[in-house]
């Protein structure tokens, strides 16, 4: 399994970014896609999540109202489309994928066996 984010980026507070997260190279039909974000000093918070199965969504209060997650089946793609952003939504954003999820999603990290290696998003205030 191969996961490619990207998207990150500088921007000033206020503005927007979206990120995407590439996936290829699995053969299971049941999954999740979240993304994660860890700042530094911090621990990794999960940000957002989606159901390949039933398109469920998830979003932590922390980013509610603000990010949106959506899924491109087409090309197993997942994008994290992110406005309003604030200085404290800095962090590498990483996304991961959870096998065998048939419904819904969680952002238990420990729970997603696949990685990608993180998308740098600065927010300057």
């Known amino acids: 399994v191969q996961l490619q984010a990207s998207g990150g980026g500088l921007v000033q507070a206020g503005g927007s970014l979206r990120l995407s997260c590439a996936a290829s190279g699995f053969t299971f039909d049941d999954y999740a896609i979240g993304w994660f974000r860890q700042a530094p000093g911090k621990e990794r918070e999960g940000v957002s999540c989606?159901?390949?199965?039933?398109?469920?969504?998830y979003y932590a209060d922390s980013v509610k109202g603000r990010f949106t997650i959506s899924s491109d089946n087409t090309n197993n793609t997942v994008h994290l489309q992110m406005n309003s952003l604030k200085p404290e939504d800095t962090a590498v954003y990483y996304c991961?994928?959870?096998?065998?999820?048939?419904?819904?999603?969680?952002?238990?990290?420990?729970?997603?066996?696949?990685w990608g290696q993180g998308t740098q998003v600065t927010v300057s205030s």
């Open positions: 989606i159901s390949a199965s039933d398109g469920t969504t």
């Open positions: 991961a994928v959870d096998e065998g999820v048939v419904a819904g999603c969680w952002l238990d990290f420990w729970q997603y066996e696949y």
